[in-house]
């Protein structure tokens, strides 16, 4: 049987290992957001050919090139709403625990445009009289344990393709009268544009 093209070799596990490697040194240096390591893993990992697997990293230098210093370290780790309402955007290295607490508000933690070069991300959230709400890429595992009182406890993602090995966002959740929510942008965005749709039929109703 003739050679085929390069591209159309079949890619082996350790093949599809390194690139994951690079794609991850790639988020040190700040070269991939949380959203973009994720997207991408998750493509490697599914990759079946060679010419597959160099398309994910066609775009990114070689290891060490120039600008390679590491992206910003996340310095803020606690992020809370205490009889209030805030939106956090994490932009940053996360490379320890992060806490989150609601005490009577409204907290959201927006995680998509961090750096996550572990591939992991372990979260505290505690939600007392009042609501979190995590937004992850899509396609991330989410494991969530932890306890409700009188309080929820959910996770609206689209679920990782069967066989890719994903990021994971490990959440602790405490909820006592409140709600703890674990959305991924396209249940966020699903979200949103039913909240306009119902806006713009009230408003057209006056």
Request: charged share 30%.
């Amino acid at each position: 049987m003739p050679a085929g093209p390069a591209g159309s070799v079949r890619a082996s596990d350790a093949e599809r290992e390194a690139v994951v490697e690079l794609l991850r040194i790639a988020s040190v240096e700040g070269r991939l957001t949380f959203a973009e390591l994720t997207e991408r893993c998750q493509a490697a990992y599914c990759a079946a050919t060679r010419g597959e697997l160099e398309r994910v990293t066609s775009d990114l230098p070689g290891v060490g090139a120039p600008g390679a210093d590491p992206a910003p370290r996340l310095e803020t780790r606690r992020f809370s709403a205490v009889m209030g309402d805030a939106r956090e955007r994490v932009i940053g290295r996360i490379e320890e625990e992060l806490n989150v607490l609601s005490v009577m508000g409204d907290l959201v933690l927006d995680l998509r445009d961090a750096q996550v070069p572990r591939g992991e991300v372990t979260i505290v959230a505690t939600a007392v009289m009042g609501d979190v709400k995590i937004i992850v890429p899509d396609g991330v595992e989410v494991r969530m344990s932890g306890y409700g009182v009188m309080g929820d406890r959910r996770v609206r993602t689209r679920r990782p393709e069967p066989g890719c090995v994903v990021p994971v966002v490990h959440v602790r959740a405490q909820a006592v009268m409140g709600d703890i929510k674990i959305v991924d942008d396209e249940h966020d965005g699903r979200a949103r544009r039913a909240f306009t749709s119902w806006w713009e039929d009230r408003k057209s109703r006056h």
